[in-house]
């Protein structure tokens, strides 16, 4: 079975642009959860959906939205990029949502800010 | 803010040697978890110790939990140069709660020397 697929793999964006990045879960995962990740730190918690609809917000300005798909596919955008936005952009999947359920995470999108 | 903090930050040891991984959290919780990344890609889910259990084994790995103490450690027994990763721990942010935003730790650096 394919894990969960992340895309894209890198990518380079300039100060004030924006990104999308899309996110597969393993097939039967109903909750998606990204996470940010900056060099040499934990994973931060950004957002969480279960049957597309928001289950939890991480301290994290409103740039950062996301969104999630009938196919329980996600994507995350931020808006009007700052250099510190500069991170692997982890997405995890799990059967449900709740203290019981581990995460299955994929390879992660690597932004880079310039 | 970070949920855990491991100790120590960074471990070199040589192929055959046990590596020991402790992680402190600050809240009550259900279970704790410990992950694997491998350099710039995913986490990888290794064990989950509920809170009602004192120690858990997985193939090399065993992981002990004291609540009173609120600290878990991660043992990995004759450890191979394929083990070479960071470790984090993780515990859910809301006890109890409906969703699963996982609080990381800083994570341990291991180096597993040929």
């Known amino acids: 079975d394919a894990g969960v697929t992340q895309s894209p793999t890198h990518l380079i964006k300039t100060r004030g642009q924006q990104v999308t990045l899309r996110c597969s879960p393993i097939s039967g995962h109903k909750s998606v959860s990204w996470y940010q990740q900056v060099l040499g730190q934990g994973p931060q918690f950004i957002f969480q959906?279960?049957?597309?609809?928001?289950?939890g917000r991480g301290n994290f300005p409103d740039r950062f939205s996301a969104r999630q798909f009938p196919n329980y596919s996600s994507e995350l955008n931020v808006n009007a990029l700052l250099l510190g936005d500069s991170a692997l952009y982890l997405c995890a999947s799990s059967l449900a949502s709740g203290n019981n359920s581990p995460l299955h995470f994929g390879n992660g999108t690597r932004l880079t800010v310039t | 803010s970070q949920q855990g903090e491991e100790d120590p930050q960074a471990l070199s040891i040589q192929e055959g040697e046990n590596a020991t991984m402790n992680c402190s959290y600050k809240?009550?919780?259900?279970?704790l978890q410990w992950y694997r990344q491998n350099s710039g890609r995913g986490l990888v889910h290794l064990i989950l110790i509920r809170s009602n259990e004192r120690e858990k084994h997985s193939g090399r790995l065993r992981v002990t939990l004291d609540t009173s103490k609120k600290s878990s450690s991660l043992l990995i027994t004759a450890s191979r140069a394929a083990d070479t990763a960071s470790y984090f721990c993780a515990t859910y942010s809301n006890y109890g709660g409906a969703t699963n935003k996982l609080i990381f730790g800083t994570g341990t650096l291991l180096a597993v020397q040929p």
């Open positions: 809240t009550s919780i259900n279970n």
């Open positions: 959906y279960y049957e597309k609809e928001e289950r």
